[in-house]
């Protein structure tokens, strides 16, 4: 592949570029940016992938390399949208800890009437969660 990669320099170099616009576009781009500033990135980037391009041609494995981190980058962006997909499988308004988005549940998982009372109210209870503790 390295003496492919050597023979057809022009293909070469556009996989170089296409990499690095890949991995800087999901790894450090934050958002959206004003257009000029955009070009002049991309000139800077083509600027850089020809100083990588120099080194694959050189017979250095950068192509290698940049496909290596670009099938990272893609892992951590599936892995990412797997955990986003398990996150929202829970019941609507239910938070993790089992309490209720409206108001503190009871043994039975009911919300309990006077505290549903307080939270309409915008007031807390005051009370802990334990009942042993309660007893003072």
Do not use: C
């Not at 790894?27 to 004003?34: L, T, Y």
């Not at 039975?108 to 334990?130: R, S, Y």
Request: charged fraction near 20%; avoid cysteine; proline fraction near 5%.
């Amino acid at each position: 592949m390295q003496q492919w990669l050597h023979d057809h320099p022009l293909v070469s170099y556009l996989i170089i570029l296409v990499l690095s616009v890949y991995i800087f576009n999901n790894v450090f781009r934050a958002g959206r940016m004003p257009f000029l500033k955009e070009v002049f990135l991309y000139i800077f980037m083509a600027a850089g992938a020809w100083l990588l391009w120099i080194l694959q041609h050189d017979r250095l494995p950068i192509v290698p390399i940049l496909g290596g981190a670009a099938v990272a980058v893609l892992l951590v962006q599936i892995r990412r949208r797997m955990a986003a997909g398990n996150r929202g499988a829970g019941v609507p308004g239910e938070k993790r800890d089992g309490g209720d988005a409206e108001g503190a549940k009871n043994e039975g998982g009911a919300v309990k009437p006077e505290d549903e009372a307080l939270a309409a109210n915008g007031e807390e209870t005051g009370k802990t969660a334990n009942p042993e503790t309660d007893r003072a």
